[in-house]
């Protein structure tokens, strides 16, 4: 949970609207609102049970501005084109596939972020970016559209 922190350091100055694709267990959409309470967060799962997890730690929490919405980023794309300032994921599939699907709803000068794999790899858009966290170096994938 921790690491879901090192977000914080990539994202775009004044970023208010955040977007957090495939949050599973809320992570790292969760902490990111913790820490950054003026923003408005949208927690994305497309499985059901997960939904449900995530709708009573936003209440539990009493997180306001946290959205969490049960569908897939292709589903959202058009009712929420160029709403978000940053686009987040954790483990959510290949991050040139997600960048192509998530720029329709970014903001002009938006960035996504993406945690990475153990090594860098070739990709086609964007770039590896290394990380100090608190147990070593991480990799995040970010891309800024032009």
């Known amino acids: 949970m921790l690491d879901s922190l090192l977000f914080v350091r990539l994202l775009p100055p004044g970023a208010r609207r955040i977007l957090d694709v495939g949050s599973g267990a809320g992570v790292p959409g969760v902490p990111l609102k913790i820490v950054l309470a003026d923003a ?3 927690l994305l799962e497309a499985r059901a049970k997960r939904v449900s997890f995530l709708a009573a730690v936003v209440r539990e929490l009493g997180l306001l501005q946290c959205e969490v919405l049960n ?76």
């Not at 998530?102 to 964007?126: F, K, W």
């Open 40 to 42: 408005a967060l949208t």
């Open 71 to 146: 569908a897939r980023l292709d589903a959202i794309r058009g009712d929420r084109a160029g709403h978000y300032d940053a686009v987040v994921m954790r483990c959510a599939g290949d991050p040139t596939t997600l960048y192509e699907a998530a720029l329709p709803v970014l903001r002009p000068g938006g960035v996504v972020i993406a945690s990475g794999p153990p090594t860098s790899r070739r990709i086609a858009v964007g770039a590896w970016r290394e990380v100090d966290g608190p147990r070593g170096r991480r990799l995040f994938w970010t891309h800024q559209p032009p």
